[in-house]
C-alpha cells in the first residue's frame, strides 16, 4: 500500500505525438514536474497533518511557505459574522491569496465558500472550501460554468459568504499600459450579486509576481499558466499585505446598472484600495507646508482668570445645557481670557488633524468682534469646544464684507448678502480632544446655535468654511469636491470665487471621475472615502451636519495659512432644513415660531414626539 506522501495528485502525460521515446516518457515526466514545482506542492500537501480541519490546514500551508497574510484588525472586523455577502478581491499572485483569504475568512465565520480553478480539485482535502470553476474563456467552458454559477448563487441566498477572484486568471504585464493589472473581470460575479441583492466586499491584494513571470507570459499564457505552481512555492516571505473595503450595501449598487456596469464598478472598488492612505503614499497639493508644532506655551493651562469670568457671566449668556455641560455665548470685551483659553484649545484640536495656524494661540482680529459659543464643563472646570459666530448684518455695516472671516478665503460679492439678507457665519469649530469620543459634545454645541437662531429669528441663513484636513487622500478630497459640484452645489455659486483654487498634482483617471459622477448619497461617498482613508474615516462629520442642514456648497478654497486646509463654503436656507431636525436643536415651539417668522408652514410636527 502507498504511503500519503508517495500518492500522486498532479499527473504529467505528454501526447502520443510528442517526440519522446517511450523507454524515457516516465522519467521525461517525472523531471518536467519536478521543474514545474508540482512534485514540491505534492510534497507540501501530504506533509500537512491529515487531522487538521481546513481552516488549520491552509494555516499551516502559509507556515511551510514561510509567508503570510499582513491585514489590519480593523479591517477583518468588517466582515459579516453571519448573512449573505461576496468578497470581490484581485487576483495578482495566481495562488496563495487563496490561500490567504480562505483562511481568513474561515476565522470570521464557518460558512464559506470560494470560487476556484478547476484544476484545484485535485486536491481532496479543499473540495469542501472550493466551488470549481474553468476559467479559461472557451464555449465549452462557458457552459461547463452554469453549473457553480446557480451553485454559488444557491450557497449566497442561504446565508454564506462567497469570496470571488472574478478575474479568473492572474494578474499580467499589459504592453500597452506598461502596467501588471487584471484582465477583464468576469461578470458573473454582478449576476450573482444582483440575483442575492447580498453586499459585497471589496478586498485588495498589494503586490504582483516577479519580472521572469511577466516575461513568460508575454510570450505565451500558457507558460503563465505552468509558472503558478512556482509562484506558490515562491510567495513573497516578507508577507503579502491584504486591505479589505467595507460592505457595500446592494441599495449603493442598484443604480449602478447591471452586468459589465456592475462589474466594472465593482473591480474599480477593489482597485481604489491600492490607494488607502495606510500606504502612507500621498499626493501633494499647492502651497505644501510643514505640520504646525506645538510650542510650549501652547500647550500650557493658566485657566484660573477663565474660570473666573465663567462664574461672572449673566445667566442670560448660557444657551443650551445638559447635566454638567452648558454653552454660553460671549464677546471677547466680556471674557478676554476665556477667549484666549478658545485660542489655545481651538490650536491644540486643530494640530491634531493636521491643520492650525502654527502660532502659540488661534486668534485674530475677528475674534474682537464675533460671539464666541464656548462649551463649558462645569464638572471639570475647563472648555470643552467652542463655535466662532458672526452677525452678517451688523459685521458688513461696521467692517464691510472684509469685515467677514469667509472674505479671507473668498471674494464675495455684494448682490450675494443683498439676496441672503441677515445671516450667521459659523465657523472655527472644535470639540476638544478627550470629548470627541461622543457625539454628545457637538450636539450642545448645535444646541446653542440653535437656540441664538431661536432668539434672533431674522437670520434665517447660516454660512461658513468647513475645512476638509490635508490629512485626507488628495483622491478623496476630490471625490467630495466632484460630489458636491454635481449634486449639492448652491444656486448663488456664481456670486463666490476662491481666493486660492484648489489644484492637484496628480492625475485622477478618467474613470475615477466618471464613477464618482454616479454616485448619488452622500452615504456611499463616504463610504468610498473610508475605504481609502482607512479605519472608517469617511467624509467629515462637520460635511454630514451641514447637509443635514439643508446646505449647499458655494466655493472650495485651498488654505495654506491653515495646514493647506481645502474650505468648503457652504450655505443653509434653515427654512428648508427637516422641521424634525430644526426642532432637535431649537426646541419644536421655536422651531415653529421661527418658519412662522420668515411665513413658512411648519409642516412635520406632528411627526414630533
Same mark, same amino acid.
Not at 453549473?147 to 450557497?155: D, S, V
Given at each position: ?59 499551516? =500551508? ?243 482668570? =477663565? ?303
Amino acid at each position: 500500500m502507498q504511503s500519503s506522501i508517495d500518492q500522486e495528485i498532479f499527473k504529467i502525460k505528454f501526447p502520443a505525438k510528442a517526440l519522446i521515446p517511450s523507454a524515457i516518457r516516465p522519467m521525461a515526466e517525472s523531471t518536467m514536474k519536478k521543474f514545474l514545482y508540482l512534485k514540491k506542492l505534492e510534497e507540501i500537501y501530504w506533509s500537512i497533518p491529515s487531522e487538521l480541519d481546513t481552516k488549520n490546514f491552509l494555516a499551516r =500551508a502559509q507556515d511551510i511557505l514561510k509567508t503570510n497574510c499582513l491585514v489590519d484588525p480593523y479591517d477583518l472586523a468588517r466582515i459579516p459574522k453571519k448573512g449573505p455577502a461576496v468578497v470581490v478581491a484581485n487576483h495578482p499572485f495566481g495562488g496563495i491569496e487563496g490561500v490567504m483569504i480562505g483562511e481568513l475568512m474561515l476565522r470570521i465565520r464557518p460558512d464559506v465558500k470560494v470560487i476556484a480553478n478547476y484544476l484545484l480539485g485535485s486536491l481532496p482535502r479543499l473540495r469542501d472550501l472550493f466551488i470549481f470553476v474553468d476559467p479559461f474563456e472557451t464555449n465549452s467552458a462557458i457552459e461547463k460554468n452554469l453549473r457553480p454559477l446557480r451553485e454559488a448563487m444557491r450557497f449566497v441566498e442561504d446565508g454564506g459568504l462567497l469570496v470571488v477572484f472574478p478575474a479568473g486568471e492572474v494578474a499580467h504585464l499589459k504592453l500597452k499600459s506598461r502596467k501588471v493589472a487584471d484582465p477583464l473581470w468576469n461578470p458573473s460575479v454582478a449576476r450573482i450579486v444582483s440575483r442575492t441583492k447580498c453586499p459585497v466586499i471589496p478586498a485588495f491584494f498589494h503586490g504582483a509576481n516577479g519580472p521572469l513571470f511577466q516575461v513568460m507570459g508575454l510570450l505565451h499564457p500558457r507558460l503563465r499558466t505552468a509558472m503558478l505552481p512556482r509562484q506558490l512555492v515562491k510567495s513573497p516571505r516578507q508577507g503579502i499585505r491584504l486591505t479589505i473595503g467595507g460592505p457595500i450595501p446592494f441599495k449603493h449598487m442598484a443604480h449602478i446598472g447591471r452586468g459589465n456596469e456592475l462589474t466594472d464598478y465593482l473591480r474599480w472598488r477593489t482597485h481604489l484600495l491600492r490607494k488607502t492612505c495606510r500606504q502612507k503614499n500621498r499626493w501633494s497639493l499647492s502651497f505644501e507646508q510643514e505640520p504646525a508644532k506645538a510650542s510650549a506655551q501652547a500647550t500650557c493651562r493658566g485657566l484660573s482668570p =477663565a474660570i473666573r469670568e465663567i462664574t461672572e457671566l449673566s445667566p442670560k449668556n448660557t444657551l443650551a445645557r445638559n447635566k454638567n455641560m452648558r454653552v454660553v455665548m460671549v464677546k471677547r470685551n466680556e471674557a478676554p481670557e476665556l477667549v484666549k483659553e478658545i485660542g489655545r484649545m481651538r490650536e491644540i484640536a486643530f494640530r491634531q488633524v493636521g491643520e492650525g495656524t502654527g502660532k502659540e494661540l488661534d486668534l485674530d482680529r475677528f475674534d474682537d468682534y464675533y460671539l464666541h459659543l464656548c462649551l463649558w464643563d462645569d464638572a471639570k472646570q475647563e472648555l470643552a469646544g467652542g463655535y466662532r459666530v458672526g452677525l452678517s448684518d451688523e459685521i458688513i455695516d461696521a467692517h464691510g464684507i472684509n469685515g467677514l472671516y469667509t472674505s479671507t478665503l473668498f471674494k464675495i460679492k455684494p448682490q450675494f448678502f443683498k439676496k441672503l439678507g441677515p445671516s450667521l457665519e459659523l465657523g472655527r469649530s472644535f470639540v476638544r480632544p478627550e470629548y470627541q469620543r461622543s457625539y454628545s459634545a457637538l450636539l450642545l454645541l448645535w444646541k446653542g446655535i440653535g437656540s441664538l437662531v431661536a432668539l434672533t429669528p431674522k437670520y434665517r441663513h447660516i454660512f461658513g468654511p468647513v475645512s476638509v484636513s490635508n490629512n485626507y487622500h488628495p483622491l478623496s478630497r476630490r471625490f467630495m469636491i466632484k460630489f458636491f459640484e454635481k449634486h449639492l452645489k448652491s444656486k448663488y455659486s456664481l456670486l463666490v470665487r476662491p481666493r486660492r483654487p484648489v489644484k492637484f498634482h496628480s492625475p485622477t483617471g478618467s474613470k475615477n471621475l466618471d464613477f464618482i459622477s454616479k454616485i448619488n448619497s452622500l452615504d456611499e461617498l463616504s463610504s468610498i472615502i473610508a475605504d481609502i482613508e482607512g479605519e472608517g474615516r469617511g467624509v467629515p462629520i462637520l460635511l454630514q451636519q451641514y447637509v443635514k442642514l439643508a446646505s449647499r456648497s458655494v466655493a472650495w478654497n485651498l488654505d495654506p495659512d491653515f495646514g493647506n486646509v481645502v474650505d468648503c463654503f457652504l450655505l443653509s436656507d434653515l427654512t428648508k432644513v427637516e422641521p424634525k431636525i430644526l426642532a432637535r436643536y431649537c426646541g419644536r415651539s421655536e422651531a415653529e415660531n421661527f418658519l412662522k417668522y420668515h411665513e413658512m408652514q411648519p409642516k412635520g410636527f406632528s411627526l414630533c414626539a
